[in-house]
Structure formats: C-alpha cells, structure tokens
C-alpha cells in the first residue's frame, strides 16, 4: 500500500514510449460518481534558439516569470497526490471514490 493505495488500485499502462498512472482511493458510497483528478506528467525538448530567453533560466519581468515549466501542471500534480496521501494517512474516507489518472504524454 505505497501512499495509502492499496495495490489492486493502482495501475499503471505502458504506452509505446511513456505510461499511464492511474490510483483510486475508494470511497464509501460506490453509488456515487468518482471525481478524477486529471493530468500530463511529460517533459518535452527545449531548445535554447526557439526561446526568446534561455528556458533554462527563471526571469521574472513585469510580474511574470519566464522559463521552462513556469506555467506547466507539475506543481499542480504533485499537490493532488501529495494531498490524497496525506489525507489517507489518518484513516479518512471520501464518500465517494476519489481517481487520480496522469499520463507519461499530455497529447495522447
């Protein structure tokens, strides 16, 4: 049960290259819709010449922050799972599953 999860909740598919990750944490009313919880975990290439700034490298001007991931759901991602743990971990039940499915490619 890594993370709360019991084994037989998690999966996690091969695809061509990358994979799919998808975790359910059972709720207490099967009746209920899940709610899921959706996102991409991929990186893609950057070239430092298609940037106008080096990606590499955060730059914050006029209030905005400029660089590699600075506007990705990496974060986002890492607070859901993080959350669902944690809540877990007391021995707390949602009413009605909840779903995590992230995928290794957000474009498939």
Do not use: C
């Not at 709610?35 to 001007?61: L, N, Y």
């Not at 006029?62 to 890492?78: E, Q």
């Amino acid at each position: 049960m890594a993370g709360g999860f019991p084994e037989a909740d998690v999966t996690i598919t091969p695809v061509d290259d990358t994979a799919y990750l998808i975790a359910r944490w059972r709720g207490s009313d099967p009746a209920l819709k899940p709610i899921v919880i959706s996102g991409h975990m991929d990186v893609v290439e950057a070239k430092p010449s298609d940037w106008q700034r080096d990606p590499f490298t955060p730059v914050v001007e006029n209030g905005y922050l400029f660089g590699r991931g600075s506007a990705d759901m990496k974060l986002d991602g890492t607070i859901a799972i993080a959350s669902l743990i944690e809540t877990q971990a007391p021995g707390l039940r949602p009413h009605r599953d909840i779903v995590i499915e992230f995928s290794g490619d957000e474009k498939r």
